[in-house]
């Protein structure tokens, strides 16, 4: 079978360029930080398969249950022709979308949206296969900072799945909701997967599993480091933390320094002194309230036309109109 090219508005070696940036201003902040996006090389893409899998970790089956309870009720109300997927990944909860707009008798195409190229390549002959009408157009590139590259034509739904807004800090998930809201037309709708504040034990175990998977997920970082950067972390120097910070109404996973180490990062011509206890964070995951997203997607220019939640209320469905 031959494939649709990708359409690629990022090359590997902006993608590359982009991360190294990230590493340089993290490791040398205080405190230091890394971007989430360094997680998932093959091996942490492998993991956080694995995660979704575990009990404690709820929010994957609860957006699967949101949308199995309300795909038709949102593909009514999209009424679009096409389902922009950004950040599609795996396109895993995809079917669940595109079934229901087959089912509303408006589906035309299918656009994810990725930096992965890999991922796009993996995901995108299987849909086509299962979906023998539907235009595939898959898109490589960075959504947080590109939107100009996914089609204008159309009546278009766009989806942003899996909580993945929560990665971004405040400011950064204000200026993306305004962009998005600028790019769409009157009419256009957005939908947003988010997962929602709840008891703190539940939270933590989430990001911190019995069988150390995440702590795993995690640790894999530092390998990630060592192989793209030449650098010389010890894993077993650090280990997992997954801290719920009320204040910012997220969790974030952190590695701690579990003595002083000085670390070489070769091809950033770095060195970096880690005290004992030092805690470098490596992902935040913001939990929202419905008055909260509610006042976001105002803010950034958003009609709410609708709240869906799985059965326990866990994680919720907001479609948001244009
Ligand atoms: C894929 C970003 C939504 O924040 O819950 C899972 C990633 N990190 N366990 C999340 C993750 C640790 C996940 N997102």
């Known amino acids: 079978m031959s494939l649709p090219a990708l359409d690629v508005h990022l090359t590997a070696a902006d993608a590359d360029a982009a991360l190294r940036a990230d590493a340089r201003r993290g490791l040398t902040s205080t405190p230091k930080v890394l971007s989430p996006q360094w997680l998932y090389d093959a091996r942490g893409s492998e993991l956080f398969e694995q995660i979704t899998a575990l009990r ?8 699967r249950e ?26 895993s909860k995809t079917p ?10 408006t589906l035309r195409r299918y ?36 939107l100009r590259s996914i089609p204008r034509d159309g009546r278009r739904l766009v989806a942003l799945l899996g909580g993945t807004l929560g990665n971004f800090e405040p400011g950064d998930r204000q200026a993306f909701l305004a962009a998005l809201a600028d790019e769409l037309d009157p009419g256009e709708a957005f939908l947003l997967g988010t997962d ?29 480091l060592n192989r793209v950067l030449g650098a010389d972390f010890d894993p077993d120097g650090f280990e997992h933390l997954a801290v719920w910070v009320p204040q910012a109404s997220r969790i974030e996973m952190r590695l701690r320094a579990r003595r002083a180490m000085h670390v070489r990062v070769p091809e950033l011509d770095l060195e970096i002194d880690f005290a004992a206890g030092e805690e470098m964070r490596t992902e935040i995951s913001t939990k929202f309230t419905r008055e909260g997203i509610r006042a976001e997607l105002d803010a950034a220019g958003f009609a709410h036309d609708g709240w869906f939640t799985d059965p326990q209320g866990r994680f919720a469905l907001s479609l948001a109109v244009r």
């Open 56 to 63: 404690e970790y709820y929010p994957f089956t609860a957006e």
């Open 66 to 91: 949101a949308l199995a309870e309300h795909a038709d009720t949102i593909a009514r109300a999209a009424a679009a022709d096409t389902l922009v997927e950004l950040g599609s990944g795996s396109s």
């Open 96 to 105: 669940m979308l595109l079934d229901a707009l087959d089912r509303a008798g």
């Open 111 to 146: 656009v994810p949206v990725d930096v992965s190229p890999s991922a796009l390549e993996e995901a995108v002959p299987g849909l086509i296969e299962a979906y023998p009408g539907l235009d595939v157009h898959g898109v490589v590139a960075d959504f947080t900072s590109d």
């Open 196 to 224: 929602l504040v709840k008891d703190e034990a539940t939270l933590v175990a989430a990001y911190d599993d019995a069988e150390g998977v995440t702590a795993a997920f995690d640790l894999n970082v530092l390998a990630v």
